[in-house]
Nanobody, 120 residues
């Protein structure tokens, strides 16, 4: 049974930082391409960062240079360091596997996500 447990969200002022974690179980984490997704109110879920099993990373233009995705295969855990946060980063953040095409078809069941709110 796949379980994805995201944590680390919260309320932060613009320009601040947050560090998200995603603990996985029931998946072969070490060989999976993983991604962080987010969904803002009234908007579609989008992929913001992706990392291959070998550590190659890809970012959406909106977060490039501010967000860093990383992984610890020994702990089956995915991370997202978010710096210089903007109000438009406000969303619920989720982790899941990620395909090179960016398709969201065939992903694992979603976890509960973690809320990130950027506001003064």
């Amino acid at each position: 049974q796949v379980q994805l447990v995201e944590s680390g969200g919260g309320l932060v002022q613009p320009g601040g930082s947050l560090s998200l974690s995603c603990v996985t179980s029931g998946v072969i984490f070490g060989i999976s391409r993983m991604g962080w997704y987010r969904q803002a109110p009234g908007q579609q879920r989008e992929l913001v960062a992706r990392i291959t099993s070998g550590g190659t990373t890809t970012y959406a233009d909106s977060v490039k240079g501010r967000f860093t995705i990383s992984r610890d295969n020994a702990k089956n855990t995915l991370y997202l360091q978010m710096n210089s946060l903007k109000p438009e980063d406000t969303a619920v953040y989720y982790c899941n596997k990620a395909f090179s095409s960016g398709t969201m078809a065939g992903l694992w069941d979603w976890g509960q996500g973690t809320q990130v709110t950027v506001s003064s």
